[in-house]
T-cell receptor, first 113, second 113 residues
Framework: SQKIEQNSEALNIQEGKTATLTCNYT??????LQWYRQDPGRGPVFLLL?????KEKRKERLKVTFDTTLKQSLFHITASQPADSATYLC????????????FGTGTRLQVFP | DGGITQSPKYLFRKEGQNVTLSCEQN?????MYWYRQDPGQGLRLIYY???????QKGDIAEGYSVSREKKESFPLTVTSAQKNPTAFYLC????????????FGSGTRLTVV
């Protein structure tokens, strides 16, 4: 069956360190993959999109990699801050290059001072 | 400022009642979506619409109905046929036909009393 897996356990790291979150998928061939941030009781906020022909994408302190052979994306936050504490969701298109996304369950990141 | 507005923020429904959740966007986006979020299950797609007067079922459409009479509006009705409607409902929009990130509303929390 088709599945997107994110680590359900919370990731706790110290301020200033790099946080790395993982998104694995099976039985999909997505054209692109997206990452979102969600705070409690709020809607997700779009962060980054990476296409299947891109290995890496950066935006300020954020970096995303996309390995279509391993069927995995890694999401990095460098120089993490307590304000980065939130749940991070990965999402990918259900059929190749469509607008319809399927979401992972998210990983909660806690950055402590 | 452009955005997507969901109302109400909190909604209480009695058993056997139909309720309608509002979603309005002024982003000029063609595509709109409804997701349901339950703890530990991530976002699940209920319905989506890529053009006015047209919409498609998502993975969990049973017990829900939608309409898309205007580009800006995509209301969701939770009918009495939905057996477990208590959840956090999220509306989103995107520019259709290209791999843009979704813009989400702030959500409606529906509780059956």
């Amino acid at each position: 069956s088709q599945k997107i897996e994110q680590n359900s356990e919370a990731l706790n790291i110290q301020e200033g360190k790099t946080a790395t979150l993982t998104c694995n998928y099976t039985n999909y061939s997505p054209a692109y993959l997206q990452w979102y941030r969600q705070d409690p009781g709020r809607g997700p906020v779009f962060l980054l999109l990476i296409r299947e022909n891109e290995k890496e994408k950066r935006k300020e302190r954020l970096k995303v990699t996309f390995d279509t052979t391993l069927k995995q994306s890694l999401f990095h936050i460098t120089a993490s801050q307590p304000a980065d504490s939130a749940t991070y969701l990965c999402a990918l298109d259900i059929r190749w290059n469509t607008d319809k996304l399927i979401f992972g369950t998210g990983t909660r990141l806690q950055v402590f001072p | 400022d452009g955005g997507i507005t969901q109302s109400p923020k909190y909604l209480f429904r009695k058993e056997g009642q139909n309720v309608t959740l509002s979603c309005e966007q002024n982003l000029n986006h063609d595509a709109m979506y409804w997701y349901r979020q339950d703890p530990g299950q991530g976002l699940r797609l209920i319905y989506y619409s890529q053009i006015v007067n047209d919409f498609q079922k998502g993975d969990i459409a049973e017990g829900y109905s939608v309409s898309r009479e205007k580009k800006e509006s995509f209301p969701l009705t939770v009918t009495s046929a939905q057996k477990n409607p208590t959840a956090f409902y999220l509306c989103a929009s995107s520019s259709s036909g290209q791999a843009y990130g979704y813009t989400f509303g702030s959500g409606t929390r529906l509780t059956v009393v």
